[in-house]
C-alpha cells in the first residue's frame, strides 16, 4: 500500500512518519503532485500558522490537487483547519473542501489548548476500537465550531470539532501521532478500515 504523506515545508512529517512505522507501514513525504495522485492513502499533517502554510501549498502548486484527490486523505491539526473555506487566523483563503470557518478561541481558559482531552460523540470507522471520551493531545488556538461534518466533539470552554469527515475527506484536531495508543488506533483505522 502506498502512503503518501504531504511535505509543505509546515508539517510535523517525520512524527507522522515515525508513527506509521510503529505500525509496521511504510510511509514516503513529498510534495510531488504526482506521488500525492496515486497513493493508496494520503495524510496532510501541519503545524504553524495557516497563512504561511497556505502559501507554502500554493508554491508546491499543491492547492488544487488537494481537494481534487479521490482516495482517502487525513488531515492532522492545522492540516485539518487547512481543509476548510476560511480561517480567521490572519484572515486566510484555505482549501475549502469543508464550507467551515475556522474561529479563533474566545474562552476563558488558557489558549492555546496544549495537553490531554477528551474526544466525544465519536461516529465512523476512524473510530472503530475507541472508546468514547478517549483522551488525545492537542495544540491548537484556533477550532472548527461543531457542525454537519463533526465525526468526534471536545470541549475545552466549548464544545467543538475534534473530528469531521466529508466523503473521503478525514480530518481532526489533535495528534494522533502523540496521542499514545488511542491514536495509534485512529491511524490504524484510517489506514486499514477506512
Known amino acids: 500500500m502506498d502512503i503518501v504523506i504531504i511535505d509543505y515545508g509546515a508539517g510535523n512529517v ?5 508513527a506509521l512505522e510503529r505500525l509496521g507501514y511504510k510511509a514516503v513525504c513529498s510534495n510531488d503532485p504526482e506521488l500525492i495522485r496515486k497513493a493508496d492513502k494520503v495524510i496532510f499533517p501541519g503545524v504553524g500558522e495557516a497563512q504561511s ?24 491539526c492545522l492540516g485539518m483547519q487547512l481543509m ?3 480561517s480567521e487566523e490572519n484572515d486566510t483563503d484555505c482549501l475549502g473542501i469543508f464550507p467551515i470557518e475556522v474561529k479563533k478561541f474566545q474562552v476563558e ?25 478517549s483522551f488525545v493531545y492537542y495544540v491548537h488556538s484556533y477550532y ?9 466533539n471536545t ?17 481532526c484536531q489533535f495528534h494522533p501521532e502523540k496521542s499514545g495508543d488511542i491514536g495509534e488506533q485512529i491511524l490504524k483505522n484510517f489506514i486499514k478500515a477506512v
Request: proline share 5%.
Open 14 to 18: 517525520k512524527s507522522v512518519q515515525f
Open 53 to 76: 502554510a497556505m502559501s507554502e501549498i500554493k508554491k508546491f502548486r499543491l492547492e488544487k490537487l488537494i481537494p481534487e484527490l479521490k482516495q482517502p486523505v487525513l488531515g492532522i
Open 84 to 86: 476548510c473555506e476560511h
Open 109 to 133: 481558559l488558557k489558549v492555546p489548548h496544549i495537553g490531554w482531552n477528551q474526544i466525544i460523540d465519536l461516529k465512523g470507522h476512524l473510530f472503530d476500537q475507541v472508546q468514547n471520551a
Open 144 to 152: 472548527i465550531p461543531e457542525n454537519e461534518f463533526s465525526i468526534a
Open 155 to 171: 470541549d475545552y470552554g466549548i464544545t467543538y470539532s475534534g473530528a469531521i469527515k466529508k466523503n473521503n475527506f478525514y480530518a
